[in-house]
């Protein structure tokens, strides 16, 4: 295979950016910064533009290439809530060649059959097939025992259990966060405090078995302050969220607009506020897409009939580079979130820029302008939150496993 | 010599009511409140006289959508419409049929292709009137969705209050019971308080809307407390279902501590109004010696405006399709 030479870019790499190109030769990186370029190498002009590694997104639903590939993602996380659930070696068999070649997808174990909470699923033979961790679906596990025992099995084996934090009971049917949005809406409504009284359960339960744990979505002030707290206190967890959080509050949901519907729903804007504390100081790891694209037949409804859930992947590059210009986080700790943070905890290829490292590389054009549209997203379907935002960023150029897309 | 002004009625009536759909009484100001009432006056005459006909809307089609079971608010609607001479089609979808799913859109965009002039919809959903207004090329009135709305008893309340005492200004009104499931809560406490009503809330903790003071209204649990020198007590249904959510314990229990009494009602102001927008569990929300007091209660006569008030909303709202001078 012959060597690639990307030239002329500011690379994200080891926490900077930095003037320079990337080398790649047999799908992975050989050089970063300056080095003599190969004779034999295809070179691409980076016209100062970013040069960044592949986004790995954690917790999406479907495999939707196309939106991944607009998105910058070189790498998706499955979630186990498909039609079938993926709780058998053969559905995690298929699901790790699904999205081949363009997008890699490394798919989670449903913790327990059928995700519904109560047997543990096969996840030693489905780590085996692929599996890169484990997780408890849309919902939460509410029996504290399996909750325990799911634990300690999977930290035997190694893997990270990814668990969705809102109180079953507190949150009920409820499809928004109690407050004045939901009270004028009429909209049925669970305390915010239903997340932090999951995670306060969940945290416990790593502390009984050492076993390592990540919250797919923290939302509330109250649920990062307890994770904040429990790694001070050096327990294996971390946290993840989506744009829509830090950028969105319930009052988004006026009108009924039925793509603002998300699982775990709205928050305060006091919430959000703390939301981006967390991003700014370290206390949330993860930043995702939660890609979960929906058509009309499960958005065309009225708003509690509506399925929650967003398409993000095409949208999380640019709405992240939107945080950087706010000046609420810095460039290269965008893609630690976005990128190195997923590859270490999932234990992933990819993830940095490194000599020896996967050559996953996108080149970003990052003030290049656009608006969101719900109409023209390249998704399985438009239901975005963020329909008619002017954002910036694009992607010019996406490489995966050293081979151009 | 600058030519005489034109009668403001005549030219600027769409700017009494510049709204093409009554979706709820958010986003509707003051005057555009009292201008439905002072519409609904002339009504009110009407339904007392002999012949209670009025042939202005002749010709249009209103069309009923009721997706939830409703038997005086699909009532009042029917005659309204007949009254002011339209032809009136009622559409009773069983709620388990028209759910989910693409029905909905569908059964407005049907609806719309019959080409009603005018189209009535109450459903369970919250939010879901909305959501059928904007398929559909005529206007369209809520006759309640879910928890959301129910703007024509909430200007029919308005409009008994304002006979029966003369305004809403500066009017004490408790609004007492479940308001945490209430249409008819919400759409008051909006149309009341932007009439200059002090509104209070009262009901038990798990029957009370999360910040409901974020609505401008003062909240109290305990039942007498918020009764203390009201002129308007405004009870609410409570729905028997509740008892099986565990928001309430009991009938019993409730109407012991939040059922309108003759004594409870003492702590009020002496000449309060009693009203309820039915139907009433009497002995559980409401004792039926309060509700059958001809001298305290209005019960009888929120049914009488609703009418009137009905009319007043299919007439402006049509005005604009009829052509009317202004509109």
Redesign the interface.
Known sequence: MSALAILGGQVVAGGTVAPGGVLVRDGLIAGVGTFAVPDDAETIDAGGKLIAPGIIDVGVFAIDPAAFSAGGITRAVLMPDQSQPLDAVALIQHAVTAGKPDVWVHPLAAATQGLKGTDLAEIGLMARAGACGTATGRGWIADSGVMQRLLSYAGALGLVTISHAEDAGLAGSAVATNGEAATRMGLPAAPAEAEALAVARDLLLVEVTGAPLHFRQLTTARALDLVRDAKRRGLPVTCGITPAHLLLSDVAMGDFRTFTRLSPPLRSEDDRQACLRALADGTIDILCSGHDPRGPEAKRLPFVDAEPGMAGAETLLSLGLGLVRDGTIAMPRLFDLLSAAPAKRFGLPGGAIAVGAEADLILIDPEAPWRISSEKMVAQAGNTPFDGLPVQGRINHLIKGGVRL | MPAAPPSSEETFGALLFPHRHLLGI?GLGPHEILFLLDEAEQWIALNRGAAKHDNRLAGLTQINAFFENSTRTLLSFEIAGKRLGMDVVNMHAATSSV????T??DTAITLNAMRPDVIVIR?E????V??IADKVDCPVLNAG?????HPTQALLDALTIRRRKGRVAGLTIAICGDVLHS?VA?SNILALGTLGADVRVVGPPTLL????E??GVTAFTDFDAGLEGADVVMMLRLQRERMAGGFVPSEREYHALYGLTPERLARAAPDALVMHPGPMNRGIEIASSVADDLNRSAIPEQVEMGVAMRMACLDVLTRARRGVAGW
Request: aromatic content about 0%; hydrophobic content about 30%; proline content about 7%.
């Open positions: 958010a759910k989910k799913g693409e909905l859109i459903h959903a919250s939010g879901a909305q959501l969705d879910g928890r959301h709305e249409r919400r809307p999360p910040q409901v974020r609505m």
